[in-house]
């Protein structure tokens, strides 16, 4: 259970000036210790929803150093609320601390409680103590029998006693553990988190979890059952334990506890040994392709909407949400193309990866219809009347002149050739217009209305 502090008397919360204050204070603390950090570190504040009872709620936690922060809550009745999780670790102590300890200075009125109703003096006897109880805490977790999980402020820790119970005889299992859960948090922060699939691997099982790694970029895997190796579009899904010991030794890969991991690209001669090397159940064309519709006389997506978003393509977590007819079809990591249709100029005006499950929502057309969308991200957007380079459909019909590229249902899945088609049609088309903007015969004005992600 989390340790609860109760401040009475302050009305008027100056947070602000508190959270600046408690800064300092976190500071001065640091600097008077034995065991200065190894890097700058910084407080940052995230809001939280409301609970009954709550008119303000957020979490404050140490950059680079906190597992589970502080959370400081404004209830009716000028009463604070100060909660220090119960796998909080040491730098999260001290920074609830210098919380409670700048609440007193600028609220000269506030009188603060620990959870058995009395005043909490906060002197440093009392900081060991709430430290004994933390790591009293985390002893009580590792002994005991199965894997347990703890939430985190950026990944949930899933801690395995078994490992920490045979270290004990030359580390404190204790500490291990704490800086197991820290060092979860914060390494390597710009990796993708891998998004988890649900797939029948095997007969005798139901859905099963899965995380695809494709070797292109670094990677956080996340729980699961299985982790897909890519070798183009041929997966082959490894059981989470089989591939770290696949992976043992590599400086690429690191387990990060007993169900995640971090890897980094390795070299692609070696991943394919390794791919071949892995024992798993192997899926040929695993991706699938679906073209998705956008007919501008009957969508109520509007051509001025395609402007604006255009403009906004580089943006950080930039998608789009589009209407898919083969959505029990779908999976994260698919692709889709785009193709416009109506008025102007037809053919392929965004291409990109799914990166949602499939969603019911109201009838875009109005018509009271069960529609399911779908959630993308976007490697390439072209617009269709500005841009001289569009891969149009009468191009697309001249290679592949079964499949109805005017008309039809928007979230159409392809077949696997013609989806290995289109893939490289599409390839030796952007290839082209790669090799016109590197020569510099694409105007200055080409990168406005061509956006791919690979120039």
């Known amino acids: ?40 570190f910084s407080v940052k504040m995230c809001y939280n929803h409301l609970e009954e009872g709550e008119t303000n709620s957020c979490s404050l936690l140490t950059e680079g ?81 199965e894997i347990t999980t703890i939430a985190g402020v950026k990944r949930d820790f899933y801690v395995n006693p078994v490992r920490y119970k045979m270290m004990e005889a030359v580390a404190d299992p204790v500490a291990e553990a704490f800086d197991d859960f820290v060092t979860l948090q914060w390494a390597m922060p710009d990796a993708v988190n891998l998004i988890e699939e649900r797939r029948h691997v095997t007969e005798d099982e139901e859905l ?29 899904m490894v059981e989470f334990d089989e591939f770290c010991r696949l992976m043992s030794g590599r400086n690429e890969f690191q387990q990060m506890d007993a169900c995640q991991a971090l890897l980094s690209p390795i070299d692609e001669d070696e ?17 699938k392709t679906f073209i998705m519709r956008w007919n501008t006389d009957i969508s109520n997506y509007q051509m001025w909407e395609f402007d604006e978003a255009i403009d906004e ?27 416009r249709t109506g008025e102007g100029k037809h053919g392929v005006v965004m291409r990109g990866t799914i990166i949602g499950k499939p969603y019911p929502d109201e009838d875009w057309s109005g018509h009271g219809r069960k529609v399911y969308y779908i959630r993308m991200r976007l490697t390439n957007m072209i617009h ?72």
């Open 1 to 40: 259970m989390a340790t609860k502090f109760t401040v009475k008397g302050v009305r008027n919360f100056k947070e602000r000036k508190v959270f600046a204050l408690a800064l300092d204070i976190l500071e001065d603390r640091v600097a008077a210790s034995n065991e200065e950090p190894e890097t700058e």
């Open 313 to 339: 393509f580089e943006d950080e977590g930039f998608y789009y949400d589009w209407s898919i007819w083969d959505y029990q079809k779908v999976h994260v990591g698919d692709r889709f193309y785009m193709i």
């Open 65 to 145: 150093y906190s597992t589970q922060g502080v959370n400081v809550k404004q209830r009716v009745g000028a009463t604070l609320v100060v909660e220090l999780p119960w796998l909080a670790c040491y730098m999260d102590l001290c920074l609830c601390f210098s919380i409670l300890h700048a609440i007193k200075m600028v609220h000269r009125s506030a009188r603060i409680m620990d959870a058995d109703g009395k005043y909490f003096l906060m002197t440093d006897d009392d900081l060991e103590r709430q430290w004994n109880r933390q790591c009293e805490n985390m002893d009580a977790l590792l002994r005991k029998h």
């Open 384 to 455: 269709p009347d500005l841009s001289p380079y569009l891969l149009t459909t009468d191009e697309l019909f001249k290679y592949l002149p079964n499949f109805n590229w005017e008309n039809g249902h928007s979230g159409e899945m392809l077949d696997d050739c013609t989806a290995q088609f289109l893939e490289e049609i599409w390839h030796s088309h952007n290839s082209r217009v790669r090799g016109l903007a590197e020569k510099g015969l694409t105007g200055d004005d080409f990168s406005e209305f061509y956006k791919d992600r690979t120039l």
């Open 208 to 236: 099963s979890s899965v995380r695809v790694v494709d070797n292109s970029s670094s990677v956080f895997i996340g729980a699961c059952r299985y982790v897909g190796m890519m070798k183009e579009n041929t997966c082959k």
């Open 271 to 287: 991943w394919l040994r390794l791919f071949d090397e892995a024992e798993g159940v192997r899926r040929e064309n695993f991706r």
